[in-house]
Nanobody
Framework: QVQLVESGGDLVHPGGSLRLSCAASGFPFSMYGMGWHRQAPGKARELVAS????????DYADSVKGRFTISRDNAKNTVYLQMNTLKPEDTAVYYCYVYVYLREHWGQGTQVTVSS
């Protein structure tokens, strides 16, 4: 079955950096676009970044443009989210996402907390 396992969340100070990873299995990874979403307490889940199957195109939420970079390694079935210049408002649970086999799939999430 499809599995998405996120890692890399942590507590960081404002201005700090983190790199999230999502290890995928159970589907032909290199054939599907991937995404990162996040959900802050009391807020709806939102799309943060997405990347094409080949990794040659990406899109970002306005709130993270210029600070976050999504990438992927198709040989390792892994998608990454490099987060720089983190702000307190980036605090959220971050989820890996793929739409495959006619349904959405989500990982369990990884907590990112930005606080001094």
């Amino acid at each position: 079955q499809v599995q998405l396992v996120e890692s890399g969340g942590d507590l960081v100070h404002p201005g700090g950096s983190l790199r999230l990873s999502c290890a995928a299995s159970g589907f032909p990874f290199s054939m599907y676009g991937m995404g990162w979403h996040r959900q802050a307490p009391g807020k709806a889940r939102e799309l943060v970044a997405s990347i094409t199957s080949a990794g040659d195109g990406s899109d970002y939420a306005d709130s993270v443009k210029g600070r976050f970079t999504i990438s992927r390694d198709n040989a390792k079935n892994t998608v990454y989210l490099q987060m720089n210049t983190l702000k307190p408002e980036d605090t959220a649970v971050y989820y890996c996402y793929v739409y495959v086999y006619l349904r959405e799939h989500w990982g369990q999430g990884t907590q990112v907390t930005v606080s001094s």
